[in-house]
């Protein structure tokens, strides 16, 4: 059974940094495209970053662009996040996401989905 479980979202304070985690089992971690998503309230669910199997090739959306970082480590199927300078416009519920194929930006081109780690970052 493929499971994936993100952890390390918490209430931050404006400027400050996190790093999220996404624990893979039940998959091909190593072969799989991974990407980070996130929804807030109200609103519809926005890639935030993508990264190929073999880490050489990593994107982000504009939004986060020079603030996050993905990384991945296929000897412990985990993917992470790094978030620095956090804003209020980062506030969501964060998301990891795998797929065969190439990196995308859509939601629907995902095959497997985590449950989400709430990220709050106050004013």
């Known amino acids: 059974q493929v499971q994936l479980v993100e952890s390390g979202g918490t209430l931050v304070q404006a400027g400050g940094s996190l790093r999220l985690s996404c624990a893979a089992s039940?998959?091909?971690?190593?072969?799989?495209?991974m990407g980070w998503f996130r929804q807030a309230p109200g609103k519809d669910r926005e890639w935030v970053a993508g990264i190929t199997w073999r880490a050489d090739g990593t994107y982000y959306a504009p939004s986060v662009k020079g603030r996050f970082t993905i990384s991945r480590d296929n000897a412990q199927n985990t993917m992470y996040l790094q978030m620095n300078s956090l804003e209020p416009e980062d506030t969501a519920a964060y998301y990891c996401a795998a797929r065969q194929g190439s990196v995308s930006t859509r939601v629907y081109e995902y095959d497997y989905w985590g449950r989400g780690t709430q990220v709050t970052v106050s004013s």
């Open positions: 039940g998959m091909p971690f190593s072969r799989s495209s």
